[in-house]
């Protein structure tokens, strides 16, 4: 955002949408985090530093995810995908 000249300073109103992180391949034994889980944490780090209000928030979980934002729209459609039936 820098990098464009944007600057964040207080709060402009900006909100956004934050999906994924899904814990899909079991941990043998749960000491690290996962690649979603590292994913959710800079997502969320980017979003509080550029004091960015979550208007969707949906993370975690054991079921993946399809995302599709239509920003025409201003929608946001997320669709399980569960480990079992996933190719």
């Known amino acids: 955002m820098k990098a464009g000249g944007w600057e964040p300073t207080g709060n402009r109103g900006l909100s956004g949408y934050l999906a994924g992180g899904a814990r899909m391949i079991p941990e043998t034994d749960g ?3 996962t690649v979603g889980e590292m994913n959710v944490t800079a997502a969320q780090t980017a979003f509080d530093s550029h004091r960015i209000r979550y208007q969707v928030l949906e ?3 054991t079921e993946g995810y399809s995302v599709l934002l239509d920003c025409e729209a201003l929608t946001l459609t997320c669709n399980k995908i569960r480990p079992e039936t996933a190719e």
């Open 59 to 61: 993370v975690g979980g």
């Open 31 to 33: 000491s690290r985090p």
